[in-house]
Each structure stands twice: as C-alpha cells, then as structure tokens.
C-alpha cells in the first residue's frame, strides 16, 4: 500500500500567500523527503528531514516532522508563480532503502 | 555539470512492438532507478540497481526488463507494450552510504514520455 498520502491533493493561492501541505505515512521511517516536479519533468529534491530531526529549513521551505502521528508538513513562505508545481513526499525505511513516494499535491500560485 | 541524462524524451511505439529507453549520469552514483509514473499519480518504482545487483519489485510486470551494462548506463526494456504502459519513465541515481545511514536523495532525469498507439 501506499506509504505516503498528500493533503490537500490541490491547493490554489495567490502569490505572496503561503502554502501548506501534509503528508502522512503508516510505517517508521529513516528518512522523509519532498519532492517537487513541473509539469511534464522529473522530480527534484526539496529537502530531507530524518526522524530524530522535528523541523528543518531550507530558504523559503519549512518542513516538519512528527513521528508520534506519522506525518509531516511543508511550508512554502512568500509563494511565487514559479512555485506552481505537483508536491511529493517520499519516506525511507531504515538503513539502504529505496523511497516510496506519496500521491502528490498540485500547487498552482496565481499571479 | 553532473547530471541524469534519460534519451528519447518522448517515444512513440506500436503495441507489441520492443522498446528500449535509455538513462545516463555523469554522477558516479552506485544506485539507479526506474520508476513508471501514470497521470497524477505517484511515481512507482519498477526495480533498480545497486552496483551491479539488479532489485526487481515484486508487482514489476515481466514485461519490463532493466539492464546495466555499467555504472554511467542503464536501460529500460519494455517486451511487449501494452497499452497501459503509456507513461512518464523517470530514471533516478542516489549515492548509497552503507551502513545505518539510509539512502541519500534521489537524482531524477526528465523522463521520458511513452505513447503505445
């Protein structure tokens, strides 16, 4: 089954505004990771965040982690049009795993 | 600069007809991917390499084969295309470090887009 799940699977805003999406998963992780992918590309790596960290930034990203409830979020502050793109997380079971991706949220930023 | 190369970007193919997509880096990663990703959906791993040992995923169709010839290449080879194998093929390196330290991040090229008429 899907170890990642998204939420909100689409998320409209306007540029300036932030931007929130979570991710819950069912089993324990290593690692958990975001992931960004444009239209028609690959993905990119955001950032990673292990599970004895409860919060990392990274420029305009903030992501967190809370192992007890098995998820995490991703906040993007001061949205730009350029952020317009589908959001995956991505966890890692311990030691050399591979990842397993989640479904994705669609963020369209509006100018 | 390093990357991950995936040629062609876009492949048309005739149902039935043997395919083969093709991915590159220039990264000297010792773990490369193959994902197989639909429409709005997640990307889903069909198997990958690490090194030389090929990892296939328990519910990976026959159908699809992988080759690594050596660390910069690996391929893509689908028998028999069906069409519900049209999809975006995503191929991704990573940089294993042993040990209790998990995987590191993924590396993914730009896929390759695949019609079966």
């Known amino acids: 089954s899907q170890q990642g799940e998204e939420d909100p699977q689409a998320l409209s805003i306007q540029e300036g505004e932030n931007a929130t999406m979570n991710c819950s998963y069912k089993t324990s992780i290593n690692n958990l990771q975001w992931y960004r992918q444009n239209s028609g590309r690959g993905l990119v790596h955001l950032i990673l965040?292990?599970?004895?960290?409860r919060e990392k930034h990274s420029g305009r990203l903030r992501v967190t982690l809370d192992t007890s409830k098995k998820s995490s979020s991703l906040l993007i502050t001061a949205s730009r049009a350029a952020d317009t793109a589908s959001y995956f997380c991505?966890?890692?079971?311990?030691?050399?795993?591979?990842?397993?991706f989640g479904k994705g949220t669609m963020l369209l930023v509006s100018p | 600069d390093a990357m991950v190369i995936q040629n062609p970007r876009y492949q048309v193919t005739q149902f039935g007809k043997p395919v083969t997509l093709s991915c590159s880096q220039t990264l000297n990663h010792n773990v490369m991917y193959w994902y197989q990703q639909k429409s709005s959906q997640a990307p889903k791993l069909l198997f990958h390499?690490?090194?030389?040992?090929?990892?296939n995923e328990a519910d990976t169709p026959d159908n699809f084969q992988s080759r690594r010839p050596n660390t910069s290449f690996c391929f893509l080879d689908i028998r028999s295309p069906g069409l519900g194998d049209a999809a975006m093929y995503l191929c991704?390196?990573?940089?294993?470090?042993?040990?209790?330290?998990?995987?590191?991040?993924?590396?993914f090229g730009p896929g390759t887009r695949l019609l079966v008429l």
């Open positions: 991704a390196t990573s940089r294993d470090t042993t040990g209790p330290i998990s995987t590191e991040t993924q590396y």
């Open positions: 390499y690490y090194d030389k040992d090929f990892n």
């Open positions: 965040i292990r599970s004895n960290e």
């Open positions: 991505a966890t890692s079971n311990s030691g050399y795993s591979t990842l397993t």
